[in-house]
């Protein structure tokens, strides 16, 4: 009886099942970043505007101050109508730009610490709920954000922000973990595009339809709106998504046997039970920590967007908070449709042979970094031509889609079994620049003039090219040793004791896991 109804209930399922996965992962990385980016608009309308220290020098003789794109903001009706009504009528705070660069990254620091737990959670019980769980808390701490920080100022919402923090740190360790056991080898490039382009949906709808909202209303809006639909998500991924495919109710016999015998992770887990994570192994991977270090790099650069354009846009080019979140939106909007251009080439090229998986991972990483690097370098050189500097900052973010074809995915390469585990190490470390990026920035600009964010743009590129030429030279595009050392044995020269394995299970119980997985 069971069995018809999961066959009758599988053949309303015209879409195979992993991309049906993959549209919800997309999904869910977009909710997480509309959750964790709206602030970063947000807060440019929740604070008092102090005079600065340049603030009195006129830009008719100062070339590194720019004119208001619109208005002069002579009275409150003037300020309504160049920031939005939320401006006029809600300057509630006074925070100095340090201080909104510690609020800005304080969600990394709870984001940091739940990398690799949430890593090892999802490899042990399946990603779907803790990746669930941890988006449901963070949507119902999204929602409450305008009353906490009402009640509690710049301490109340850093503590709200370090609470989601802890419950995004499992989303990508948790993603990777299921892509490890839905995404066949030759469309990998394929579901980083179309998974980690959820990242660049939730820039583009937390940019502009917070600056949108805003314009109209008020800014707690955008907290209550982003927030509903974390909720709305999660009733979706709770009925339509599993961990793997052979624990899915509904899929159909034709697409579980392709992926059993496509997907490296589920030939090795149904052939054997996965050994225990071999933590001196990658501790001493140096490919794993070049991939770490690319990490950082990828991050100092992507945070420094996400964080920090809708200020500078603000404070420096002087645009209205409607256009701020139009135009924050835009390079996002070029970095997602590139993303699926470069991963289409990627998998045609490495299936025709032009280059190797290896190759195409510093290939791809090398544009993402360099160039984003350089072009805003040429924004901030730009002054305040506001077109040129938007079309460098469009064209940045165009080339930073490369990564996703690059080191993003390049977990599934070198280690298939412990996915999760790698990518929270990767994400949870160099989500670090996001603690550090945005409070340096606060530091380099207190008064937000174009020759402080230039510099601040200077610092961006040199840690975009260092943590590239260290990906270049030592990283790797084939599984790991450590990752199956039943298969392929330990190195030469290993010095540091055999890696953990289980050794009790008789051939008859694992037969009985794996049926047990199937049923």
Known sequence: ???????????????????????????????????????????????????????????????????????????????????????????????SEATQGLILGSFYYGYVLTHIPGGMLAERY????????????????????????????????????????????????????????????????????????????????????SGLIMYNGSWENVF????????????????????????????????????????????????????????????????????????????????TMVTDLPKYMTDVLKFNIKSTGMLSALPFVAMWIASFFFGLICDFCVKRGYHSIRNARKIYTTIAATGPGICIIMASYSGCDTTLAVFWFIFAMTLMGAYYSGMKINPLDISPNYAGTTTAMVNGIAAISGIISPYLIGLLTPNSTLEQWRIAFWVCLGVLVFTNVIYILFARGEQLWWDDVKVHGYPEGWKYGDLPTRQNDSEGQKTENIEKDKK
């Not at 050994?275 to 991050?299: C, F, N, Q």
Request: glycine share 8%.
């Open 224 to 303: 209550y709106m982003f927030g509903g639909l974390g909720l709305l998500w999660f009733v979706l991924w709770s009925l339509l998504c599993y961990s793997t495919p052979n624990t899915h109710p509904f899929i159909s016999d034709s697409e579980k046997k392709f992926l059993n015998q496509n997907v490296d992770a589920l030939i090795h887990t149904y052939a054997k039970r996965l050994d225990p994570i071999p933590w001196k192994a990658l501790l001493r991977s140096v490919p794993l920590w070049a991939l770490i270090i690319a990490g950082i790099g990828h991050d100092w650069g992507y945070f």
């Open 1 to 95: 009886m069971l069995t018809g109804w999961r066959l009758a209930l599988s053949k309303l399922f015209i879409i195979p099942q992993r991309y049906v996965l993959a549209v919800m992962a997309l999904l869910a990385v977009a909710n997480a970043y509309t959750m964790r980016v709206c602030l970063n608009l947000a807060i440019t309308q929740m604070v008092k505007k102090t005079s600065s220290s340049h603030a009195s020098v006129s830009a008719d003789y100062d070339p590194l101050i720019c004119q208001d794109q619109n208005v002069a903001l002579t009275n409150s009706s003037d300020a309504r109508s160049f920031y939005g009504t939320s401006r006029a009528d809600a300057q509630l705070f006074e925070w």
């Open 126 to 209: 399946g990603g779907k709920w803790v990746l669930g769980g941890g988006l449901l808390s963070t949507a119902i701490c999204t929602i409450i954000t305008p009353i906490t920080v009402k009640m509690g100022g710049a301490t109340a919402i850093f503590i709200l922000r370090v609470i989601e923090g802890f419950g995004e740190g499992p989303t990508m360790p948790a993603l990777m973990a299921m892509l490890s056991k839905w995404a066949p080898k030759a469309e990998r490039a394929r579901f980083g595009a179309i998974v980690f382009g959820g990242a660049q949906i939730g820039n583009i709808a937390g940019s502009y339809f």
